[in-house]
C-alpha cells in the first residue's frame, strides 16, 4: 500500500472516529495502535508505547500548568476587575470607550496570561454586562472581547509560542520578542475597526456614561493605581526571562507564585480558592496532555512509514514560488483548526512544516508567529472555535453560540489582514528579535 | 533488496544529517552489490532517542546510527563507551578504537548483556570534538577553579567537579543567555561550527579548540536477526560503508571547524585557545579518578574502561 | 451493584485529580526555589529539573480518571446538531466503548515496557540520575487502569446517560468552570 492511500485512510478513520464523538486524544491513539499493529504485529506496539511515555518527560509542557494555574487566580483575584475599572478612564466620555478600554485591558492580561481561557471568562463576567448595559451593540461587544481575549497566545508569554518552539527546535525568547508587534497590530486594528463603525454608525456606541470618566484628570489619575500590581507582575515574568535569570518554564512558575501573592496581598485568595484553582488547573492541564499523548504517538509511526518524507517532497517539489508553498501550509493549519486542538496542530504539523520552511530559505521564527496569527483565527472559527465557547460559558443565557459566531466574523476578518500583513512585512516580526542579536 | 530505516542523532536540517544523505546514502547499494539501501530518519522522528534500541530489537526500526550516551541511564558502561570525558585527543583515534582496537567488540558485548541476541553492532566512531565556549580565558587547568560551567551530562559534568569547577544543567536553549548574563562563565555546548552559528563567540569570546572534554561516540546498530539474514558479501559491504562514511564525514566537519578557526584567529575580539599537550596530559589525570568511579559502578561499565585503557596505553596516551 | 461500582470509582478517580495540586504547587516553589538558589546564591542544582518533571508527569498521568470523570477530554460534538439527541446519546456510548478499547491498547503496548523497567532499573543518565524511566513506565499502567476504569463507570452509569444532556458544544472548552 502506498504512503498516498495510507495518509488517507489514517485521515479518514481520524474524522470517523471524531465525528462519533471519541474524544481527539483516544481517536488519535486507536489509529496508531492500529497502524502499528496491522504494520508489525504486537512489536510494533513499542512505536506507541515509547512515545507515549516520552511525553511525560517533555519539560516544556510543564509551563503548561503553571500558566493555566496562573490564570485560574488572576481569574479569582479581582486583579482583571480593577484593571478594567482602572482603564476606564483612558476611554472618557469618547464613543466606543468601553470597547477600547476592553482591547487594552485584553493587551495587559495578554502579558502576563500564556493561554487563552481565562481572559475571555474574565472578560466575558466583567465587560460584557457593562457593555450591555450601556446599550452596545450586541455583536461589536462580544465580537471585541472573543477576539482581544485571544491575545494571549500571540503577545508574550505565550504556550502556543513555547510548544512551535520546541517541536521546531527555534528560540522562544525569539519567538516571544517576534511576538509583540504582530500581537499590538492585531489589537490596534481590533481598536481603529471599533472606532471607525461607531462613528459611522454612533447607534452601535452610546458616549461613555460612567462616573469616573467625568471626574477632573488629578483624580482620575488615583485609579491608575489597579495597573501597578499587574505591571509588576509582567515586568517580573517577562523580565526574568529576557535579563536571563529565569528559563521561560521557570518564569512561568515565578509567575504563578507572584499572582498567587498579588491574591493574597489584595486578601481574595481564600483557600476554597485555591483548591477550585488546582481542581481547574489539573482538569485543563490533564485534558491537554492526554490529547498530547495521541497526537505524539500517531506522528511516530507516520514518520516511519515515510509520512513525513512524502508530505515534505509534496510540499518542496511543487513547481510553485515558495511563498506559495507558505500560503499552503497555512492553509492545511487553518483547515484543521476547525475541528482539531491547536495543540494537536502543533505536534502533527510542525515536525512536517519546519524543515520545509528553512529548505525555502524563511525564518522559522517568522513561521512561528504566523503560525500563532493562524491560532488566533482558530480560537474565533466555527465549528471548533475556543474563545467562543469560553465566552459563551460565562456570557448572559441569553447569548447564543451562533450569535457569537457571527458577531466574531467581522474580527477573523481583521485578523487575515494582520496576518497578511506579517506574511507581506516579515519585518513586523523580526524586527524586535533582530536587536537581540 | 533490503531498505535500512535507520533513526539517527542529528536533525533533518543539520550538517550531519545532510552530508549523509547528499553523499553516502547512494553508495550503499553500490558498496553490497544492489543488496541493502538506507533512509536516515532524524532524531526522535520515529522513537524517543533514548529508546531507539527496543525499537532495533523489536525490529520495527532496521538500525540507529546514533550517540551511544544516550543509554547511560541503562548502565553506566554506555557512559564510557559513549564519551571517555577528556580521554582521546582526537577523533580519528576514536575510530581506531573502535574498528581496530576492540571498541566494537566491548560495545557488542554490553549489548548483548543489555538486550541479548537482538542487536548487532556494525561498527562505532565520533565524527567531532566539542569545542568549549567561555566569557573568560581558560587556559590551563588552574582555570576551571571555581568556574561556573554549563554541563548537562553525568560523566562530564563529574570530571569538571573534579577540576574544581562548579557545574549546572541548563538546557541548550537557554546557554546563550545564560553566557549572556554571566549565570555561567562557560558552556560545554557543541562542536565549533554549530557554537559559531549559534552566535556564542560573540558573548563568549575564548573557544577552547580543538577541545578538551567531549567527544560523542556514535554506535552504527542493526536488527540481529537482519543482519543473520544478509549475506556475508553485504554483511562486508556494510561495515566498509559505514567507516568510509564516518571517516568522510570527520573530515568534512573537521575542514569546516578549522575554517571558522582560521576566520575567527584572525578576529581581534575573539582568542582562540588551545592547550598544551601537558595541560590536557594533566586534566586526563584528574579526568581518570572520574572514570574509574562511574566504571566501578557495574561490571560491564568495569570491562568498558578496561577497552580503552587497554587501547589508550598502546597507542601511548596513557603509561 | 453497578451503580456502587460506578459511586466507587468515581469516587477514586475524584480523589486522584485532587491530589495533583499539590504535586503542581510543590513543581512551582521548587522551580522558584532553582531561580533563587541560582540566581542570589550563585548555587545552581543538578536536581531541580528532573524532579519538577517527575512531579509534574505524576500530576498529568493519574489526572486522566478525573478528566474522564468529569467528561472533559476534548471531543468535537458538532454531530449532536445533525444527528438529534436522541442518536447522539446512542453515540457516545459507542464513543465510549471506542475510547474503552483505545486506552486498553496502550495499557497492552505499555504491559513489556513495564515488565523489562521493573526487572531492571532504567535511570535518566544525567548528572543526577534518577530511575525516572521506570517511574514514568510504571506509573503509565497504573494510570492506564484508572483511566479504563473510570471508562467502564462512565458507560455503566445509568444515571449520568438519562439526564446529561445540553452540555453540547460545552464539552469542547478547556478551561470552563463546573
Ligand atoms: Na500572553
Ligand atoms: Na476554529
Redesign the pocket.
Known sequence: MGIEIITLLIIASLFFLMAVGVPLGASTLLVSLTAALLKFGAPGLILVSSNVVHVFEKYTLVAVPFFVFMANILERGGVARELFTSMAILGGRMRGGVAVQTVFVSVILAAMSGIVGGEIVLLGLIALPQMFRLGYDRKLSIGTIAASGSLATLIPPSVVLIVYGSEAGVSVKDLFSAGFLPGFLLAGLYIAYILIRTRLNPALAPAYDAPEAQLPFTQRLRYMTGLILPFILIGGVLGSIYTGVATVTEAAALGATGAVVLAVLRRELTWAGLRDGLWSTTITTGSIVWLVVGAVSLVGIYNLLGGTAFLKGMLTGMDVAPIVVILIMMGIIMLL??FMDWIAIVFITVPVFAPVVVELGYDPVWFGILFAMNIQI?????P??PACFYLKSVAPKDVTLQEIFLAVLPFIGLQLIGLTLVLIFPQIALWLPSLSH | QQNLQVQTSTQSGGFSFGYMNDNWTQKLPEMTNGELTVEFLPIGSVMPRNETPDGVAAGVLSGDLTSIAYFSGRNPAFAILGDLIAGYDTPQQVQQFCREGGGAEALQELWNATLPGLIHVVGCGAVSKEALVSTVPIRSIEDLQGLKIRSPEGLAATVFRKAGASPSNIPFAEVFTSLEKGVVDAADASAYVNNDQNGFHQIAPYPLYPGIHSMAVHQFTINKRLWDGLSPEAQAGLEKWYYAAYADLLAALDAEDKSLVERDKADPEIEVIDWAQEDRDAFRAVAVEAWEETAAKSPEASAALDAHLAFMTKIGLLN | MRQRFVTAVGKFSVFLGKACGPFYIAAIALSVWEVFTRYALDAPTVWTTEVVMALCATAWMISAAAVTQQHRHITVTVMEIVVGHKTWTRMRRVAMAVSLLAVVGLLWANWQPFLRATAHLERSGSAFNPPLPTYLKVMIVFALITYALQILANLLDRKRQTHDHGTGHMDLTVDMKD
Open positions: 483548526g476547525t482558530y480560537m474565533l472559527s466555527p471548533f472555535g
